[in-house]
C-alpha cells in the first residue's frame, strides 16, 4: 500500500509532519535511534523518500505502524492518500 502512494507522499508531506512521524516511529519500536537521522538536512522530498523506503524494507507490520502514525499525526494527508 504504501508503494502506491510513495510519489504522493514524497511530494505532499511537510517536515514537521516527518519529524512527528519519527517520534511515532520510535516510540512504536519501528525504528531505532539511529534512524531518526531518516529526516536529516538533505531536503524534504528526499527526507521522505528515505523514511518511506526504510519503512517499507521493515515489513506490512512497520508500514502499518507508519499509516497509523500518519492517521494520527496529519489525518487529512492520510485521508488525501487513501491510507484510513
Not at 48 to 67: F, M
Request: net charge negative.
Amino acid at each position: 500500500m504504501l508503494m502506491a502512494v510513495r510519489s504522493q507522499f514524497m511530494d505532499i508531506v511537510s517536515e514537521p509532519v516527518l519529524r512527528r512521524l519519527l517520534d511515532k516511529l520510535l516510540e512504536r519500536r519501528v525504528i531505532i535511534d539511529e534512524e531518526m537521522d531518516l529526516g536529516g538536512a538533505d531536503g524534504r522530498v528526499n527526507n521522505a523518500r528515505r523514511v518511506i523506503d526504510v519503512v517499507r524494507r521493515k515489513g506490512s507490520q512497520a508500514c502499518s505502524a507508519l499509516i497509523a502514525a500518519l492517521c494520527e499525526v496529519d489525518l487529512f494527508l492520510s485521508q488525501e492518500l487513501q491510507l484510513m
